[in-house]
């Protein structure tokens, strides 16, 4: 597993880390800074979601957002801020983002240890 930062949840109700918590690795929070640069805007946050779909049951799903919902929790590695709303952090809970550059492409891979199985490309899996 790639080298990762502890994170807690920002949210009046306390702190959840371990196992409800959710990991964000180093390589991951470079590659959000990066593609926050790129877009030339650093309030933005990766917004990481589940949903129905996938050949597996659920799937997740990636996209920059500047607003964070009373549902959410934030998670942070360094300046990188990661948003999850609360349904789809139960689906998350203990899981580690990581980004992986390998000759076939580059992705954000979810190792998530709620997952009972998962696609072949890892973007859809079920409980």
Do not use: W
Not at 45 to 74: A, H, I, K, P
């Amino acid at each position: 597993m790639a080298d990762s930062t502890q994170v807690e949840i920002d949210a009046a109700d306390g702190a959840a880390t371990g196992a409800t918590g959710l990991l964000i690795s180093d390589n991951a929070a470079k590659q959000i800074a990066k593609l926050r640069e790129q877009e030339g805007d650093q309030a933005l946050m990766l917004r990481v979601s589940v949903g129905g779909g996938g050949c597996s049951g659920f799937q997740y799903s990636f996209d920059f957002d500047r607003t964070v919902n009373d549902d959410d929790r934030t998670f942070h590695n360094g300046d990188v801020t990661v948003v999850v709303d609360e349904v789809s952090l139960e689906l998350l809970a203990g899981s580690q983002i990581d980004y992986k550059q390998e000759l076939i492409g580059s992705y954000f891979e979810i190792n998530n240890p709620n997952a009972s199985s998962s696609c072949g490309c890892g973007s859809s899996f079920s409980i």
